[in-house]
């Protein structure tokens, strides 16, 4: 769904970053990556405004409510960190085919 420039404010990714917590800022490489290849099959909306690729406020929480009803709110029974990770690695995979 394309973002409504008429109603949302638009951000570029170091602005929209200073809108979380400073120890939760991603580098400006991973704002690229969620839109680009995204998080668990979910990609960050973005628009192309003036030669600048753009998204909004309203965008990254849709990005992040999805992600957090993607993810398992309980985890995963007799599992493992290094059995977690390979899960994830092959839904990655996946996600990229």
Do not use: C, Y
Not at 3 to 16: G, Q
Not at 75 to 86: I, T
């Amino acid at each position: 769904m394309p973002i409504p420039i008429d109603s949302e404010r638009l951000v570029t990714f170091n602005e929209a970053a200073k809108f979380l917590p400073v120890s939760l800022r991603p580098s400006h490489a991973t704002w690229w990556r969620w839109w680009r290849k995204g998080r668990r099959g979910i990609r960050l909306e973005t628009v192309v405004r003036g030669g600048r690729r753009l998204t909004s406020i309203e965008a990254v929480q849709r990005f992040f409510d999805k992600l957090t009803t993607a993810i398992p709110s309980e985890p995963r029974a007799n599992s493992s960190p290094q059995r977690d990770r390979a899960i994830d690695a092959a839904e990655r995979a996946l996600d990229a085919m």
